[in-house]
């Protein structure tokens, strides 16, 4: 009765806020009022992608599917026209971009894993869209998977790592084993090694693997601030002529263990009990099972630790006034760590959040209990007014009144009309945040998929599948849905389905909160209470960080950085005469050879163009040539070029893989067998056939002018963390180990221009390429030394390999520098009134092929893992649709996973199973 009379009391209270709210006369109206105003100048976009599996191997595709939301309903946005998404490798470096034009919200694309950008190791996915750059990197889709080498790989390498005990420091090793395909280990085989850090040499050194195929490396401790870019560099001697390197980054090795305490509603305050919850972390980035215990500065013990869930867990704790409290924690090293808590406020509240169970369903409760608790030194000051004010995705969906008159006050709030995602409920006194605390709301509020056979039967090898797909909403009723739909063989491609990234846990979860999260679908994949516990202990740890009130209530709201990009393009710009001066009514005309595009436009009063509404595709190729209003070319022309995303250093350290002939054991033996059948048909045409080896004497080489990466000796690539160059000679010559020298000499009678800058590698004069031309000395002058660096994609150096450097430059056996622009166009001779321009423009999105069996009879051996994929399956309005496919030839477990959303912004995600014998 007592409940009941409580929630009536707070429902007669919350009703009359709204309709009174509407006057504006509330204490919480400029709240609520500026947060809907924040809201709509800064509408925050969430980026899901949808991939047919959760690794890969070299020579594989990985098919995708984008899903840009909007809003607190996440609906599929309609403020973005483009997406980019990013292909990362170990070193934080851009392998490759694609941008993908985006249709209703949804986009579809794919990665090829091909030997030229893609080496075995951890790489990451990011997606974004410019819009997303005004909330961070932090906020854009970040995942990380692993690459398997699936061919030619002779030798595996695992890295695992010993900690000792040293005084008061503790000495890493890293501890290297190489083994072949296996597993027998390659004893007494020579390795040499370097430790960099970013570019720079800390160390090198060289030894030789023991019995167990070991080798024990020590790692000297680096910067904090440069950890997350060191790396381990080393190049096994598999024999004479064979060297294979492996590139290790050091992130996992380099972390320290972790211990960070974090008092519930933000602080605390003497004399009140309150729940610290606390989070381990290991050096692998995981959460770390920890004991220990809760002290005074008397040495007392108030309170013990002991994790519950990856790392996590809380205590309660009564601060006493004068006392300071420290966490002693005992490490699996068994040294000792301690963590002193923040000290408590002689003053304030308590925010506690209590998330319910409703124990007839199984399921969360409508409602939450919301505790304030405060002392007597804070009631001495009589009554306080409060406004309680509870927010999902922006939209404030309660908002209350409190008077503080009691060391606790309790208040039920009704979450009916709140979807399932993160809440957060703060605290306000005359319009300041005090106490803050998030909790996940878990309702049954997604779209419903349903899979099943079309024919109720047992499966054999190469036969047709017929599904059938329905979409519903959460009371059933048909709804058409947008779909995407990954068949893979389980057996080749195992799958631990706590650890795989959802559009669940992604769009309602990771989206939202900043740091790595460690099985996030651990939390959606069963949900029962017990996992409904451990997540309210992830909201105490990590939080929801989407927006900050000090933002939200500023009297002035600055513009956005980035303005949302349309589907179209626009090419704009300004021409100065050469001494600087803006040209008005200036002829600017823009060429593309390839489609016959020529537009013509002036200049404004700024000296400005623009071209508008193009749609550019990957690969176009514009020139923009500038005129003065006498039509004479004594101009110089500018393009907007907006600048780049920076690549940040991995956050999620706690996926990389340290083991990843293990993970993709299963899908090396598939990939092996197919090769071997391909191979004795003479169908043998995989991506990946170059070894992933250094060949130091006789050698099988690409022809022409390509180099693949596993050949150079080092890489240069612009990394916008490093410090500004004024010429690209000056950004080589910084890079260390390069052992690159540019000398001013005196030009040839060839060369007839006099005295130039030519680099060096050991007094040998290199052969420069650039955009795969071999350049004379006179016309790279201007490249190498210009003001403005040019638009550099990346460098390569071969210094050695003999074989190589001839192949690579139609004969030339000495040092060879390889230059790549972005543009791909390198002009010998300078014009400054003509510009070639090449954008970043669509990629052309490659349909997943499916092999039908039916009558044909085919010896092609087929041992795909992807056996199905379909990034656009539409269930139309009756809320069904059918698929067809056919398996391979492997038998086993099959998996099929259908995830997608509707327009009124359900998300949805199902699997469905079956064999084949």
């Avoid at 130039?756 to 290199?766: D, G, I, L, T």
């Avoid at 210094?799 to 972005?822: C, L, Q, Y």
């Amino acid at each position: 009765m007592f409940l009941k009379r409580t929630l009536l009391s707070f429902g007669l209270c919350f009703f009359s806020f709204l309709a009174f709210a509407q006057k504006g006369n509330e204490p919480f109206a400029p709240i609520v009022t500026s947060l809907e105003k924040w809201i709509s100048t800064n509408p925050q976009e969430k980026i899901y992608l949808h991939t047919d599996k959760p690794y890969y191997l070299v020579g594989d595709t990985i098919w995708l599917k984008a899903y840009v939301t909007s809003g607190y309903d996440h609906k599929p946005s309609a403020i973005s026209g483009a997406v980019y998404i990013d292909l990362i490798n170990e070193g934080d470096s851009t392998a490759k971009t694609i941008k993908l034009p985006l249709m209703g919200g949804m986009a579809k694309g794919d990665f090829l894993l091909n030997d030229s950008t893609t080496r075995e190791g951890n790489y990451r996915l990011r997606a974004y869209t410019q819009w997303m750059r005004n909330a961070g990197p932090q906020y854009f889709y970040d995942h990380t998977f692993s690459v398997g080498n699936s061919v030619a790989n002779t030798v595996f390498a695992k890295i695992d790592y010993v900690y000792e005990k040293d005084g008061d420091k503790t000495k890493i090793k890293a501890v290297l084993k190489f083994t072949d395909e296996s597993g027998k280990p390659y004893a007494n085989n020579n390795v040499s090694f370097s430790l960099k850090e970013s570019y720079k040499t800390l160390t090198a050194g060289r030894g030789k693997t023991d019995a167990l195929g070991q080798i024990t490396i020590n790692i000297p401790t680096p910067k904090a601030e440069t950890a997350l870019t060191t790396y381990l560099v080393t190049n096994f001697n598999l024999n004479e002529d064979t060297s294979i390197p492996k590139t290790f980054p050091l992130k996992t090795a380099l972390l320290k263990t972790d211990f960070q305490l974090f008092p519930e509603g933000g602080y605390l305050v003497n004399g009140v009990w309150s729940r610290v919850a606390f989070k381990a972390t290991e050096t692998s980035g995981l959460g770390a099972d920890v004991k220990g215990i809760v002290i005074d500065d008397q040495q007392k013990e108030v309170a013990k630790i002991e994790t519950k869930h990856l790392g996590m867990g809380f205590f309660n704790l009564m601060p006493e006034e004068g006392r300071t409290y420290s966490a002693k924690i005992k490490l699996q090293d068994s040294s000792e760590l301690i963590v002193k808590l923040p000290t408590a406020k002689p003053e304030g509240q308590i925010l506690s959040v209590y998330p319910r169970e409703n124990e007839m369903s199984g399921k969360q409760s409508d409602t939450v209990l919301v505790r304030i608790n405060t002392n007597e030194a804070t009631l001495k000051k009589g009554p306080q007014q409060f406004s309680l004010v509870a927010q999902s995705g922006g939209k404030v969906y309660s908002a209350v009144q409190v008077n503080l008159s009691k060391p606790t006050t309790s208040v039920y709030l009704p979450l009916n009309d709140l979807p399932s995602g993160i809440v957060q409920i703060t605290l306000f006194s005359a319009g300041v945040p005090l106490n803050e605390r998030v909790f996940f709301l878990q309702r049954s509020d997604a779209l419903q998929l349903k899979i099943s056979e079309v024919a109720q039967k047992e499966y054999g090898v190469r036969e047709k599948v017929s599904l059938q797909i329905a979409s519903a909403t959460p009371n059933g009723d048909a709804v058409s849905g947008n779909l995407s739909v990954a068949v893979i063989s389980e057996d080749a491609v195992p799958t631990d389905e706590t650890k795989i990234n959802t559009i669940f846990s992604q769009l309602l979860l990771s989206a939202d909160i900043k740091g790595f999260i460690e099985k996030p679908n651990y939390y959606f994949a069963n949900p029962t209470a017990s996992t409904r516990e451990n997540l309210d202990l992830l909201m105490l740890t990590q939080g929801y960080r989407k927006f900050v009130w000090k933002d939200v209530l500023a009297p002035q709201q600055s513009a956005p950085a980035f303005a949302p990009e349309k589907i179209t393009s626009t090419i704009s710009g300004k021409i100065t005469s050469l001494g600087k001066k803006l040209i008005v009514n200036g002829k600017v005309t823009l060429l593309n050879n390839k489609y016959g595009l020529i537009r013509d436009t002036l200049t404004n009063q700024q000296g400005r163009y623009a071209f508008n509404n193009l749609v550019i595709l990957d690969g176009m190729q514009f020139t923009i040539q500038g005129r003065n209003e006498k039509g004479t070319k004594l101009v110089t022309t500018y393009i907007d070029q907006p600048n780049p995303q920076s690549v940040t250093p991995n956050p999620n350290t706690g996926e990389l893989n340290q083991d990843i002939q293990q993970l993709v054991k299963k899908s090396l033996e598939s990939s092996r067998e197919l090769d071997k059948q391909l191979e004795k048909s003479g169908m043998l045409s995989r991506t990946q056939q170059l070894q992933e080896v250094k060949i130091r004497a006789k050698k099988k080489m690409a022809y022409g002018n390509t180099i693949k990466e596993s050949q150079v000796d080092e890489i240069y690539r612009p990394d916008s963390r490093r410090p500004p160059c004024s010429n690209l000679m000056e950004c080589i010559s910084r890079m260390d180990g390069s052992r690159v020298n540019f000398e001013y000499v005196f030009g040839t009678p060839k060369d007839e221009c006099g005295q130039m800058y030519v680099p060096m590698f050991k007094r040998v004069r290199y052969t420069v390429m650039i955009d795969g031309m071999t350049i004379d000395p006179c016309d790279y002058q201007t490249f190498f030394t210009g003001e403005n660096p040019p638009d550099i994609d990346k460098i390569y150096f071969l210094h050695e390999s003999k074989g190589v450097n001839s192949k690579a430059s139609g004969g030339n056996d000495g040092p060879i520098m390889a230059v790549f622009t972005r543009t791909g166009n390198f002009r010998r001779s300078y014009d400054p009134s003509v510009l070639d321009y090449n954008p970043k423009g669509y990629d052309n999105a490659k349909e997943f092929y499916s092999p039908k069996y039916d009558g044909q009879n085919t010896t092609t051996p087929d041992l795909r893992s992807t056996v199905y994929w379909n990034p656009s399956v539409i269930t139309g309005k009756e809320g069904k649709t059918e698929i067809s496919f056919y398996n391979s030839d492997q038998t086993g477990n099959y998996l099929v996973v259908v995830e997608g959303i509707n327009g009124s912004g359900l998300i949805g995600r199902s699997v469905y199973r079956y064999k084949v014998k």
